[in-house]
């Protein structure tokens, strides 16, 4: 039987944030760092948060009302997803106002509600800015389809015409991340067939034209916007996708397959993005501040850039860019020993290069959820409380997502109520992302479970019938309950911080398990082979993700262990 090693060369304790307590009382904070650099962010989908007025979808309101769940949790952000006006094509994405409210989400004073509550709770509120597209809806898109071919307002997004001899054919070879074409033809004013606008997504989310100086201007104001209206932050949505190749050149085949070759797709991954991101932050960071939110200098934006190349990733967050990008490729790592080792070193090696933080994501509204993707059962469960427990001891800021800290499963609906239009334009081969959509469970034995007074039929998105034992009330007391592990792990994150040094896991080459440390003598032990790790008797158990046989790790548990010497 293998004796994993516990305890090693820790680094100095990294700075933290002045407004936290300092590690375990005796001293105080080394210095004050960014709070974002460590921050754990939760992900609020607003639909499927909570609803307050029985109308059966969730609501601004009635996520203000459940932010003492949060505060109980621990996290340090929220990140609330669309809530703008949308005729909801893609979710919420497909945006007619960057800067409204949607009626059935609430106001603007709901809105200021939800940032005040926030902050009085201690929490900071990121906005999901959208600057790929617009929904079909918006003003501008309908203005430029009116104004006709060569009009100023058909410059704001891409139009071209089409190939063939009667412009018959699509522009280029480009596909939607979608299915199908990226290119869709219109009807000009006088009714013949007429130029093509590309779309990367669905139809009704036409692409903007980042070359033209309406749009960058626009979406400087729209910045301002949300940032007086208090908020500390914005999470760019397809941040890798806004510029395009100049002459809009083939892509050639694998597009939206190969995901490994995003970045040399010529709708991905262009040069122009840089000098973009560092205007915005420029912004960012002299923009004045209302009361209560995070001063100038301090706001953050993260990028949801789909570029799995770890260097070229970092590029989004070299200094003047974005603080935090997703890290899609720990997302999307099989719970392989070999391979999430691998992810995690040249993550860690390419943003050190930089001076970032990794940011560390396991889930969210477009990802099937841990508990299935990993197996499914009382595996998927098992590994998915070990993804837990290693993610948030990786040094870096970590996002979860609403309903992760519950366990729950990827919902399965029936046909007739799936709304993602990856299921229509796949030709119904494609579930897509609904699944991970479906409203929390709150209390109460049976479905809508708490999240609204409304009969179960009428919620947007129906909940499974067997969810009655992971609502949040009946784990709320259950020590051994998904809750409570996240709850454990966040208090004890928070009281050890990362250090500066170099992450270095250790283990085997066959990937059974790895070790690494975190910093302030915490330990963080995989063990995802069969074969059990015997713990010698220098190091404390402080936390595990399934119970322990002994002074063994069981397969497919993590542990946080504390060397005895560094014992208060």
């Known amino acids: 039987m293998t004796t994993v090693p516990t305890s090693g060369a820790v680094g100095p304790v990294a700075g933290r944030d002045l407004t936290r307590p300092a590690v375990g009382g005796s001293g105080g904070p080394d210095r004050a760092a960014p709070w974002w650099r460590d921050a754990v962010c939760y992900q609020i989908y607003p639909r499927s948060f909570a609803d307050s007025d029985g109308d059966g979808i969730g609501d601004l309101a009635g996520a203000a009302a459940r932010l003492g769940h949060l505060r109980r949790l621990g996290v340090d952000a929220v990140w609330v997803t669309p809530f703008y006006p949308s005729p909801l094509a893609d979710g919420g994405y497909d945006i007619a106002d960057h800067t409204g409210v949607a009626p059935d989400l609430g106001t603007p004073a709901d809105f ?66 979608f299915g199908g074409p990226a290119w869709t033809r219109i009807r000009e004013p006088g009714g013949s067939p007429g130029e093509w606008y590309l779309h990367l997504h669905a139809p009704e989310q036409p692409d903007l034209n980042w070359r033209d100086g309406e749009v960058v201007s626009d979406f400087e104001r729209i910045l301002r916007h949300w940032l007086d209206r208090g908020v500390d932050g914005f999470r760019v949505d397809v941040a890798h996708t806004l510029f395009k190749a100049q002459g809009l050149p083939d892509a050639g085949p694998g597009q939206h397959q190969e995901i490994h070759r995003n970045h040399l797709m010529p709708y991905y991954d262009q040069e122009e993005l840089h000098p973009l991101f560092r205007t915005w932050r420029t912004l960012l960071d002299t923009h004045p501040a209302p009361a209560g939110a995070v001063p100038p200098g301090e706001r953050v934006m993260v990028a949801e850039a789909g570029i799995f190349e770890p260097d070229r990733l970092a590029r989004y967050v070299s200094p003047g860019e974005m603080q935090q990008t997703f890290n899609f490729a720990f997302l999307e790592c099989p719970w392989d020993g070999t391979a999430m080792r ?131 009330a009946a ?94």
């Open 112 to 177: 200021d509600a939800l940032v005040e509550r926030a902050h009085e709770l201690g929490i900071k509120v990121l906005v999901d800015l959208v600057p790929n597209h617009t929904s079909d809806r918006h003003p501008w898109f309908r203005e430029a389809v009116a104004a006709g071919t060569g009009s100023r307002a058909r410059e704001r997004y891409v139009f071209r015409p089409g190939l063939g001899a009667d412009g018959q054919l699509p522009p280029n070879d480009w596909q939607s991340a």
């Open 342 to 472: 691998d992810v995690i070193e040249r993550s860690a090696a390419a943003m050190q290069a930089v001076g970032a933080p990794v940011t560390w994501v396991l889930s969210s509204h477009d990802a099937v959820r841990p508990v299935s993707r990993y197996g499914g059962g009382p595996v998927g469960e098992r590994r998915a409380r070990a993804a837990a427990l290693l993610m948030l001891a990786l040094p870096g800021a970590a996002y979860v997502y609403q309903g992760e800290e519950l366990g729950l499963p990827q919902a399965e609906l029936p046909d007739d109520r799936l709304r993602d239009p990856l299921w229509e334009r796949s030709g119904h081969r494609e579930r897509g992302r609904d699944g991970a959509r479906v409203p929390l469970p709150w209390e109460g034995g049976v479905p809508p479970y708490g999240f609204s007074t409304a009969a179960p039929g009428d919620c947007w998105f129906p909940q499974p019938e067997d969810w009655a034992e992971l609502t949040a």
């Open 475 to 568: 784990q709320e007391n259950d020590r051994g309950s998904m809750l409570a592990l996240y709850r454990r792990a966040l208090r004890l994150r928070r009281d050890h911080p990362a250090s500066g040094a170099a992450l270095k896991p250790e283990g085997p080459d066959s990937g059974a398990w790895f070790a690494f440390e975190r910093g302030a003598g915490l330990r963080c032990v995989v063990n995802f082979g069969a074969q059990p790790l015997r713990l010698d008797d220098r190091a404390e158990v402080l936390l595990s993700s399934a119970p322990l046989e002994g002074r063994r790790i069981p397969q497919d548990t993590a542990v946080w262990l504390k060397h005895k010497e560094h014992d208060q």
